[in-house]
């Protein structure tokens, strides 16, 4: 029986404080979701004075990244280039750049998704809570 990496409360925890901290250290207002590799929510923190429809994108993003097993921008670039036909993509309606998976042992264990500034500086706070877990 194969047996999976899952992320913890413990882990949820530490993703959302350390996403936080970089936000704050950049004067950014975000909104951090994290989610199951099912792209299920497990935790959700909008920072002050972020705008409410950020914890809907953030949330979007992180399910994304999970369901699609890969950055959101590898979504964000197929729809640019020109796959327009991608949009339709049932369950995926966050293919913005700044939902980020989660990996363990090269599996997807969950992602992080982040919504409130420019897409490359919600991807790098996104990546500052996951690296907060990473060994």
Known sequence: MQQRSV????????????????AEDNGWAVTIAVADDGGHLLGLRRLDGAAPMSSYVATEKA??????????????????GGRTAF??????QGMLTGGVPVLAEGYVTGSVG????????????????????SS
């Open 114 to 133: 982040v919504s409130g500034v420019k897409p490359d500086q919600d991807a790098q706070v996104a990546k500052a809570g996951i690296q907060a877990i």
């Open 63 to 80: 399910r994304s990244a999970a369901l699609g097993r890969k950055e959101t921008q590898v979504f964000e670039d197929m729809i640019n």
């Open 87 to 92: 949009l339709s993509a049932p369950a995926l």
């Open 7 to 22: 992320l913890t409360l413990d882990d949820v925890n530490a993703i959302l404080d350390a996403a936080q901290q970089e």
